[in-house]
């Protein structure tokens, strides 16, 4: 016959798995690490583009940006009603 597994054989089993498992959630996995990095370049780069695109604004003569205001409510008015597609949503 076969011996049963005892309860603190089982437990100690257990233990070991948890321990050895847990241990790798203290330290920071180098693929965490590089995509907060890139997080952090992308952040930083949305920031240039949105100084830059405001500098570019404040450059136009007044009767260019009334026009542009005007095309950008033109054109949200226009793709309000549309879907987007089912894989970006």
Request: proline share 1%; glycine share 6%; net charge positive.
């Amino acid at each position: 016959m076969q011996k049963l597994i005892r309860p603190k054989y089982l437990i100690v089993i257990l233990m070991l798995g948890i321990i050895t498992h847990g241990c790798s959630l203290f330290h920071k996995s180098s693929r965490r690490k590089s995509e907060k990095k890139m997080e952090q370049g992308d952040k930083q780069g949305n920031k240039e583009y949105e100084t830059a695109r405001k500098q570019h604004n404040k450059n136009q003569s007044k009767q260019t940006t009334k026009m542009m205001k005007k095309t950008k409510r033109r054109a949200d008015k226009l793709n309000r009603g549309k879907k987007k597609n089912f894989f970006r949503r």
